[in-house]
């Protein structure tokens, strides 16, 4: 598959998939950081040793068997590197890197490798739903693959070795993308935020460190990497995903007992300026489709279904909508896209 595929696409395939407490949780992402022994960290390379790196971690992609493109950072344009941010095969940081980069994505989109970002190599994978182990066992065998051309930097006391402290040890975060609307509005997310930092769990913005909670999406993710082994520390994200899961269940439910219209005048009112709007902001579409989600969550619509719904957040974007357009939109630009796209997806799912 071409990159043009990729950043064509506003949904990836595995996102299609159906997971466990999808009412909450969209997703669930594994990410493993590597380093090459006898290299230094990427920030320490010269240009020529990233390069080298990068056709290095090139070949060994290539050996984990069909499925799998590899795409030099040099040869991608810069609006395409957006997109994969905006789907998060990328993070924020790979963008800010040098030319020396690379990122390899399989087909579905349920994996992809950053090679040149923090550490040299960046494993992350992807499942639906709050399905933490089946993120963690696709990561892991990548891992596994890499590892077969490759050799790991690894310390017999304190594992594998990292650009960041952080994390060493098993070099894994995994983290849970939950929706949680009914905590932000019955104002109890404070409380839950507090509770959850105490309990040593990081809780960011939908693009991770730095980054806001646009639509009520919050990414909670572990913060110690090391003193226990992998599957230990999936298990521990899991259990207070679940937890978090109950708590804005059982926020609707009081929601829905005490302030049922104004949630139905929140979800009616989205509806509407989604599907007519001709002019949108990117803050406002997403506050909007996150009350759509809401609808839908709640059983108060029978679509959009949850796929369109993802979608419908990285149309939002303006890198998606720069690409389309193939040209810089103008601020008014891409408010006109913006709707039209999302117009056009709601009616095709209505058709």
């Known amino acids: 598959m071409s990159m ?11 996102m299609e998939a159906s997971g466990p407490c999808q009412d909450v949780v969209l997703s669930s992402r594994a990410r493993l950081a590597r380093n090459l022994a006898g290299m230094n960290f990427p920030d320490r390379l010269s240009a020529g040793e990233q390069h080298a790196l990068v056709e290095r971690v090139g070949r060994a992609v290539a050996a984990l068997g069909p499925g799998w493109e590899y795409y030099a950072v040099a040869k991608v344009p810069p609006v395409d590197l957006r997109v994969l941010m905006e ?14 980069r690379a990122v390899a994505i399989r087909q579905d989109e349920a994996t992809a490798v950053m090679v040149n970002e923090e550490d040299h190599v960046r494993i ?31 310390d017999s006391r304190r594992g594998y070795l990292t650009a960041c402290p952080t994390n060493l040890g098993t070099g894994l975060r995994v983290s849970v993308m939950a929706h949680l609307p009914g905590l932000v509005l019955s104002e109890s997310i404070g409380h839950l935020l507090q509770a959850l930092a105490k309990a040593g769990v990081a809780v960011r913005g939908i693009y991770g460190e730095g980054t806001q909670a646009l639509g009520e999406l919050f990414q909670i993710s572990n913060q110690m990497t090391l003193g226990e082994d992998e599957q230990s520390l999936a298990e ?7 937890q978090v899961v109950e708590q804005e269940r059982q926020a609707r439910r009081q929601l829905a007992e005490e302030h049922m219209s104004r949630i139905q005048d929140r979800v009616w009112r989205a509806k509407g300026v989604l599907e007519n709007a001709r002019l949108i902001s990117a803050d406002e579409a997403i506050q909007q489709i996150s009350a759509l989600r809401l609808g839908v969550e709640m059983g ?16 939002a974007l303006p890198g ?16 006109q896209l913006r709707a039209s796209l999302i117009r056009e997806r709601l009616s095709r799912e209505d058709g």
């Open 4 to 14: 043009d595929a990729h950043a064509a696409r506003a949904l990836s395939p595995w």
């Open 87 to 100: 789907k998060h095969l990328v993070s924020p940081q790979f963008l800010e890197g040098g030319v020396e």
């Open 124 to 154: 992350q994978a992807f499942a639906a739903g709050l399905d933490v182990e089946s993120a963690l066992e696709t990561a892991l065998a990548v891992d596994d693959g890499l590892e077969a051309e490759l050799d790991w930097e690894v």
């Open 236 to 242: 521990g994200v899991a259990q207070v995903a679940q």
């Open 300 to 315: 108060l619509l029978k679509s959009p279904s949850y796929a369109t719904l993802s979608a419908l957040q990285v149309v």
């Open 320 to 335: 998606f909508l720069d690409r389309t357009a193939a040209q810089d939109l103008s601020r008014e630009g891409r408010f």
